[in-house]
Nanobody, 124 residues
Framework: QLVESGGGLVHAGGSRRLSCVAP????????IGWFRQAPGKEREGVSC????????YYSDSVKGRFTVSRDKAKNTVYLQMNSLKPEDTAVYYC???????????????????WGPGTQVTVSS
């Protein structure tokens, strides 16, 4: 029900913008979280944008480099990733939940719908 796009291969220091779309329903009704999972590692909460776009949250590992935003007209949520590092290499997922908060946006069990993910590979 969600579809991510924008992944690919990028050199360290480069940028990439991921998109999350939801054919068939309105993303405005949900807070949207971004997660990533690298091989052999647990899924990590990266960012979340609140339902009314009044609040955004980031993990310490991406704060200052990643920006989450929402385009209501396009029913799309973006994750702008700058100053990418090899350790950012992972499959990135978007997911919905009713609302997100700073202290628990990384709890993947609280999200309802997920996309299949998009691979981001950062070369050194």
């Amino acid at each position: 029900q969600l579809v991510e796009s924008g992944g690919g291969l990028v050199h360290a220091g480069g940028s990439r913008r991921l998109s999350c779309v939801a054919p068939g329903f309105t993303l405005d009704s949900y807070a949207i979280g971004w997660f990533r999972q690298a091989p052999g590692k647990e899924r990590e909460g990266v960012s979340c944008i609140s339902r009314r776009t009044t609040s955004t949250y980031y993990s310490d590992s991406v704060k200052g480099r990643f920006t989450v935003s929402r385009d209501k007209a396009k029913n799309t949520v973006y994750l702008q990733m700058n100053s990418l590092k090899p350790e950012d290499t992972a499959v990135y997922y978007c997911a919905t939940r009713p609302e997100c908060y700073d202290d628990d946006f990384g709890d993947s069990s609280s999200y309802n719908f997920w996309g299949p993910g998009t691979q981001v590979t950062v070369s050194s």
